[in-house]
């Protein structure tokens, strides 16, 4: 069946630092979302990417969706500590729209 | 507008016994969705329905019911439950055109639930 694998499962910066998390599918996708959840939170939606090769920026955050549509990144730049959580990749097949898998996630922290 | 509302926030369950979770939301989407989180790990579709009347199996849906008799409820039943249960339960809604598989999804707060 589908998988989708995240790398990596921690990542500890620096704050100023950059961020990157990636995301590989074994199927090609019909979309890709991320999600960022707090410790202790839920999930909460970032951002959607459909097309093949789509970038999109949300402030220090660029999203990344591969030309074949089976790898996503997420980069941060300059890190800062309200950036701390875990970041989930999630993706869907065309072959049940309905159906979203979720990455083991990449959990952030940013010491001062 | 509350959103997504779960209940309860926390349950501790003995083997056997069995309990509904408990997910509306008032944003009248018409999917809904029901997740498990373990730890460490990311989201896994446990069941969701597209409206009303209709449910369907995600990747893990054994040991558990679901049903959708409103648009707003979205309860998820655990019967016999078993420690390999012990897990946070997220509930999420998005409101989904039939043709397109663009959507955000908005997650509640989660239920811990611990089964001894």
């Known amino acids: 069946g589908q998988q989708v694998m995240q790398i990596p499962q921690y990542q500890h910066v620096q704050e100023g630092e950059d961020f990157t998390t990636y995301c590989n599918s074994s199927t090609t996708l019909s979309n890709i979302q991320w999600y960022k959840q707090r410790p202790g939170g839920h999930p909460v939606f970032l951002i959607q990417l459909v097309k093949s090769g789509e970038v999109k920026k949300q402030k220090r955050l660029t999203f990344q969706f591969g030309e074949a549509k089976k790898n996503s990144s997420l980069h941060i730049t300059a890190t800062q500590t309200t950036d701390v959580g875990t970041y989930f990749c999630?993706?869907?097949?065309?072959?049940?729209?309905?159906?979203?898998?979720f990455g083991a996630g990449t959990r952030l922290t940013v010491k001062p | 507008n509350a959103g997504v509302t779960q209940t309860p926030k926390f349950r501790i369950l003995k083997i056997g016994q069995s309990m509904t979770l408990q997910c509306t939301q008032d944003?009248?989407?018409?999917?809904m969705y029901w997740y498990r989180q373990d730890p460490g790990m990311g989201l896994k579709l446990i069941y969701y329905s597209v409206g009303a009347g209709i449910t369907d199996k995600g990747e893990v849906p054994n040991g558990y019911n679901v049903s959708r008799s409103t648009t707003e409820d979205f309860p998820l039943r655990l019967e016999l439950a078993a420690p390999s249960q012990t897990s946070v339960y997220f509930c999420a809604s998005a409101a989904r055109l039939v043709a397109s598989s663009t959507d955000t999804q908005y997650f509640g707060p989660g239920t811990r639930l611990t089964v001894l």
């Open positions: 999630a993706g869907r097949t065309r072959h049940n729209n309905n159906d979203m898998r």
């Open positions: 944003m009248n989407h018409n999917y």
